[in-house]
């Protein structure tokens, strides 16, 4: 499958900003999906994450009650809403799929990984 991640761009603190994550298959059903992120200079880390059906998601610490997760199987596309955005969400953001076969299991780790989606630059000034 292939992943085309949009929406990011510059914010200023307590803005808010919305990124899109569209697949190129019919079955993304098939997939658990994720975003992670990359600030300047660190390494690639787990935000979000979201089940084939949308029924479970799971969130790093770090945006927990800030950006919200959310996908249509219908339109295969994803989202993530960053609400309250902080100086330190300053990355760039990669959407992710597991082939997961309908099963309940979430994406957190890189390791788990099996498509990459570009990145989407987002930079928040404070």
């Known amino acids: 499958v292939q992943l085309q991640a949009s929406g990011g761009g510059s914010e200023q603190a307590g803005g808010s900003l919305r990124l899109s994550c569209a697949a190129s298959?019919?079955?993304?059903?098939?997939?658990?999906m994720s975003w992670f992120r990359q600030p300047p200079g660190k390494e690639r880390e787990f935000v979000a994450s979201?089940?084939?059906?949308?029924?479970?998601?799971n969130y790093a610490d770090s945006v927990k009650g800030r950006f919200t997760i959310s996908r249509d199987s219908a339109k295969n596309t994803m989202w993530l809403q960053m609400n309250s955005l902080k100086a330190e969400d300053t990355a760039v953001y990669y959407c992710?799929?597991?082939?997961?076969?309908?099963?309940?299991?979430?994406?957190?780790?890189?390791?788990?990984?099996?498509?990459w989606g570009q990145g989407t630059q987002v930079t928040v000034s404070s």
């Open positions: 298959e019919r079955t993304f059903s098939r997939y658990s």
């Open positions: 992710a799929a597991r082939v997961t076969w309908g099963t309940s299991r979430l994406l957190t780790s890189t390791d788990g990984v099996d498509y």
């Open positions: 979201i089940t084939w059906s949308g029924g479970i998601t």
